[in-house]
């Protein structure tokens, strides 16, 4: 099977993908790619877990595994702290595959979502911004202090599934891509080194889903230790740590660090989304995604297994 091209860069007021130019690689490295909102802090608390084998990390996991591509973050400081660990790393990014360096001895952990349901965590995720962080993205976008977004979903959907952020894109705008984003994943999944996760797999079986991907990643799962580590995994577990566990805590991104793990929002699109819009993510969804992709996307291993 080709291996995945670097075709685009990726860089808006956020983030940056041409940041990757500086990290050096080391085998054994752990990429997290999700789309926003798809799980991307479980699955990075998993891959910690898993390298780790104690919930009792080295550093915060908001510090351990961090967004290398975000631009009010120092990348010298991102680039000294992957530096200075002696550990196998876990490397967040929610860049295409497209837009990556892309290296046989590392290994990407992708995990999807039904779309439907991360851009409701999406509407969640803004709401609870704070103040600063508002200010940040405005001042680098050069938007007016106080603009505001249309706060009605159905309209944000409509907006959000058919307009990308970059003109090859079919998605995303403003709340970030899942379509495009996990089609140019789903594209190579037949190489060894791309594993997928799935947000309703990780709800319905946390314990098989985690000792699935521990081995993927070749990392042998201690018995003793294994209830700890499932337990430390949950959300409720997560939301007491939430000061450490959420993305961004260290540098006060949030009004509040536990509303990030607020809410699981499985299904609820159903009763949010009206007719109009429902019928467009349909229309959408079929005619840009394979129906295997849009079925394991929807309903995860359930729906389409692809292990």
Request: charged residues 25%; hydrophobic residues 40%; proline residues 7%.
């Amino acid at each position: 099977m080709p291996r995945p091209e670097r075709l685009h860069d990726y860089t808006d007021f956020i983030y940056d993908s041409r940041r990757w130019d500086a990290f050096k690689p080391r085998a054994g490295d752990i990429v997290v790619a999700t789309p926003a909102k798809c799980g991307t802090t479980w699955t990075q608390m998993i891959c910690a877990l898993l390298v780790h084998q104690t919930p009792d990390f080295p550093q915060p996991l908001t510090r351990l595994t961090r967004w290398i591509e975000r631009n009010n973050e120092p990348l010298d400081d991102i680039l000294a702290n992957y530096e200075g660990q002696a550990f196998r790393r876990i490397v967040k990014t929610h860049t295409p595959l497209d837009g990556l360096p892309y290296h046989d001895d590392a290994t990407y952990v992708f995990c999807g979502r039904d779309p439907r349901d991360a851009f409701l965590s999406g509407m969640d995720h803004i709401k609870n911004l704070s103040e600063a962080t508002r200010r940040d993205a405005a001042e680098r976008a050069g938007l007016p202090q106080g603009l505001q977004l249309p706060t009605d979903p159905n309209v944000r959907f409509k907006m959000w599934i058919t307009t990308g952020p970059k003109p090859w894109m079919w998605d995303g705008f403003p709340l970030g891509s899942v379509l495009y984003l996990a089609d140019t994943y789903w594209r190579h999944r037949a190489l060894p080194n791309i594993v997928f996760l799935h947000y309703a797999d990780l709800m319905a079986d946390l314990d098989g889903e985690m000792r699935r991907l521990s081995a993927a990643l070749g990392i042998a799962v201690d018995e003793a230790r294994w209830p700890a580590l499932v337990e430390a995994a949950r959300f409720t577990s997560m939301k007491r740590d939430a000061d450490r566990a959420a993305p961004g805590a260290h540098f006060g991104e949030w009004a509040s660090n536990a509303d990030f793990f607020r809410k699981a929002r499985q299904g609820e699109w159903r009763d949010v989304l009206d007719d109009e819009s429902q019928a467009l993510y349909e229309r959408v969804s079929r005619e840009r995604l394979t129906p295997e992709l849009k079925a394991w996307l929807e309903g995860g291993r359930a729906a389409y297994n692809i292990s």
